[in-house]
């Protein structure tokens, strides 16, 4: 190697200097109902920064990382690895991976990565690996799994792989008022997935374009990052020197299989239509087999934006055994959501979500209207409100939305991109 190569082949490695960008927000939250399981007033704070960079011409980096706080009783702990207690770390690394790229048409990337196949925002049945980090219902955030992924594009069509071996990470669980198994007469224990080589995960996908149109069909195996709720032995538990009986329930995170399709059609520069369509399945006793089906239709007009979407949940084979609950994974069952947002690039933008259930009966409604203070610097007032349909019109059903009916809140959110 001449001293001219070496010379070139540094510049093109320090040439590449790393972009860093990150997000802060500040959110404050009143409970106007004084049937509330919580305290009156919280409040959250949450910093995320974000990098990339590169190596060289084939190697590059990236990273996600998050901060957060609160005064609800959320948050304990330095840093979890896997989601192993219910209580979210103030520090979390939501994503750290090298992608390698021997050739333009194969990607291999090593690390914490984020796998979400969906064509959908929300919902996405097709979002199989990903598990989320919930403070509670309406704070999500997608973490990263530990594992390897190859992706491959020629012409047309592409294949992706994805192995995240010896052990799943589980969805952290909403907490507090938000949780979803309520009640002082039980105790609540979460099993955790234990660590071996039969409890690597594989899911793959190949698609095409055909046109404006993408199509492609999914695969997975592995463990739900989703829990489920299964009955435990009663315990003993001492209280004041007198012994009372409890109930148990174990989160679980059952064993699952599925298959589906996903596509999405933009046509024109205005209308995006999208369709999902997914097949679970498990062995295990307390699991059922079932159907998940996704429509969605986006329009774009100026500085406007509305997206409504239906999910449907269709229950195919019943499990052998009973839960307690069948976990978020199942929540919804008859469910058709909106969206109309505004940003005109200006001072003002506003967003209202939305949705109803026909089978469960519960309505949600997020309006949020923000003003721009200062370059990116935002505050916003928002609400987050549950409706639930009175019994008599229900026929007694119930829904976790049911337990939560008390817990409409408002309140404001200062934010800043840097």
Known sequence: MTIGSLALGIRSVVAAAPTLNGHVEYDTFGYPDSATLGQRWENLFAATARGTGQFGSTLTWQFEGRAVADDADYTAGA????????????LSLITALLD??????????????????????ELGPANLMTPHDESDAFHRVEQGVNGISVHYSVGSAFAELVVVPLASTPSRLPQGRWNIIQGSDVVEVQNQPPVRLNETQAGAR???????????LIGYVGRDTEAIFVPGPLIVIIENGVPT?????????PTMRAGGV????????????????????????????FLHNAWGVEYALDDWRFVLNYLRDDQIIAAREEVTNKGERRFFQSFISGEARYDAGGRFRGRLRGGYDANGEFALMEP????????????????QVTGVGKASYTNNKDSYFTSIRHEDRLG???????
Not at 206 to 216: C, K, M, N, Q, R
Not at 245 to 253: C, E, M
Not at 262 to 289: C, I, Q
């Open 262 to 289: 996903s596509a999405s059609y933009p046509w024109g520069d205005r209308l995006l239509f999208r369709r999902e369509a997914v097949y679970f399945n498990s062995p295990d006793p307390n699991r059922d087999d």
């Open 412 to 418: 404001t959110r200062i934010e800043y991109d840097f």
């Open 368 to 383: 949020e209207v923000s003003y721009r203070l200062w370059q990116t610097l935002w505050v916003t007032l928002l609400g």
């Open 100 to 121: 390698y790229r021997p050739m333009p048409e194969v990607r291999v990337s090593v690390g914490k990565q984020l796998v979400n196949w969906s064509v959908f925002d």
């Open 206 to 216: 190949v698609g095409t374009h055909i046109g404006s149109l993408e199509a492609s």
């Open 245 to 253: 009986f409890k109930a148990q329930i174990i989160d679980t995170f």
């Open 79 to 90: 840093y979890s690895l896997r989601n192993a207690t219910r209580r979210r770390p103030y």
